[in-house]
């Protein structure tokens, strides 16, 4: 399957930013069932490429000249479901074991995972999305695994955290992984997240939202211990003011049409971040 990808992320500033320093996790790379076709970064400013600890292809930006808007513009095509599961493993399995503070188990999420000890992977994976319903807007990006798992309810983002932290606590090796996912009807037109646990001496790919092992219609962009270590994009500022941010991701087959009603401009994008600017900015 060949997909093209369209992401863009807009900013705006209520004041000017004196610097922008971001770390952009936004390039795939082929193998692992992928092969990339062509990819392009578009930013104001300048970027410097490097690979992370994780192997993710990274790259840093910075603007340094004062600024009250920035966007980030990502176009690509990638050919998915490709015999190819070469990828250099760069880090020994057992770093996979680590705990971060947003996949820490506590006892409640131990004896979850304990009943599933000699059980196939996919059978916790079906309890888990069973015991965290999927609730839009009832977490937040700094949310913990316990926290969500208290709260039975999250994303995707969640019910990855929770689930490497199941699959650690009995031994298996897990990684979070960021990308996107393509759906028929357009209807998930967003950054994704998923899991690798190692399991059966092989890195299994577990989409526990969609309740399935990710395919053909996944596309990845970098995995790490946590969202944190595989977050597309992370960073900082100086000055701003209130920020407001809009993203529009389109994920589409290679000549089909694009589902429009997904799809903004650019000036549909800057005028729904300066919406989600204002609404912040009354609240403060």
Not at 127 to 141: D, F, H, M, R, S
Request: proline letters at 4%; aromatic letters at 8%.
């Amino acid at each position: 399957m060949r997909l093209t990808i369209e992401h863009h992320t807009q900013y705006v500033y209520t004041t000017p930013v004196n610097y922008t320093i971001q770390q952009l996790r936004l390039t795939p790379q082929s193998g692992f069932g992928q092969h990339v076709k062509y990819w392009d970064i578009k930013v104001q400013g300048q970027m410097h490429e490097f690979e992370d600890a994780f192997g993710n292809t990274t790259h840093t930006l910075v603007v340094d000249t004062p600024h009250t808007e920035l966007s980030v513009t990502v176009v690509g095509e990638v050919e998915t479901g490709v015999n190819d599961y070469s990828q250099e493993q760069t880090l020994p399995l057992t770093i996979y074991l680590r705990d971060t503070p947003l996949t820490l188990a506590d006892a409640s999420i131990k004896d979850f995972a304990m009943a599933f000890k000699q059980k196939p992977i996919d059978d916790l994976m079906h309890a888990l999305v069973q015991k965290v319903g999927y609730i839009p807007g009832a977490t937040e990006v700094t949310t913990t695994a316990v926290e969500a798992f208290r709260l039975e309810q999250g994303v995707c983002q969640d019910h990855s955290h929770v689930f490497i932290a199941c699959c650690r606590s009995l031994g298996y090796p897990a990684r979070y992984v960021s990308g996107y996912l393509f759906t028929q009807d357009g209807s998930l037109m967003q950054s994704h997240a998923w899991v690798d646990v190692w399991f059966d001496n092989a890195w299994q790919s577990i989409d526990v939202s969609n309740g399935c092992h990710a395919g053909e219609t996944y596309v990845r962009l970098a995995t790490g211990l946590d969202y944190r270590t595989a977050s597309p994009v992370t960073g900082m500022r100086s000055g701003g003011g209130v920020e407001g941010m809009a993203t529009s991701v389109v994920v589409n087959q290679a000549g089909a049409p694009i589902h429009q009603k997904h799809k903004m401009n650019q000036i549909e994008l800057l005028k729904q971040a300066q919406l989600i600017q204002q609404a912040q900015h009354a609240q403060q």
